[in-house]
Nanobody
């Protein structure tokens, strides 16, 4: 069983940066496609960024609203996937979750979820 633990959330001013971490426990994370998702107030959970399973045919992709501000990456030695978020806007406020799908090039049909980390962007 894979367990995912998010960290790195917090409060920042508009234009600021945060780096979120999604650490895997129990299994090697590099064989999973890992996606970052968020739930902002009044909306359903939405995809943010995705990094495919190592060795799969997929490629990283981001939601349109990311607009080049966020970068998803993985460190296999740390068994962790990161989301570097820059130029944060108040509209980015919400709870950010990571989710994993075994062996997939895509971040759909998520099998495992973390409990989320809260991001607040405000003056």
């Amino acid at each position: 069983q894979l367990q995912l633990v998010e960290s790195g959330g917090g409060s920042v001013q508009p234009g600021g940066s945060l780096r979120l971490s999604c650490s895997g426990f129990g299994r090697t994370l590099d064989r999973y496609a890992v996606g970052w998702f968020r739930q902002v107030s009044g909306k359903e959970r939405e995809g943010v960024s995705c990094i495919p399973a190592t060795g799969s045919v997929g490629r990283k992709y981001d939601a349109d609203f990311v607009k080049g501000r966020f970068t998803v990456s993985r460190d296999n030695e740390q068994n962790t996937v990161f989301l570097e978020m820059n130029m944060l806007e108040p509209e980015d406020t919400g709870v950010y979750y990571c989710g994993a799908t075994w062996g997939s090039p895509f971040c759909t049909d998520t099998e495992f979820w973390g409990n989320g980390t809260r991001v607040i962007v405000a003056s």
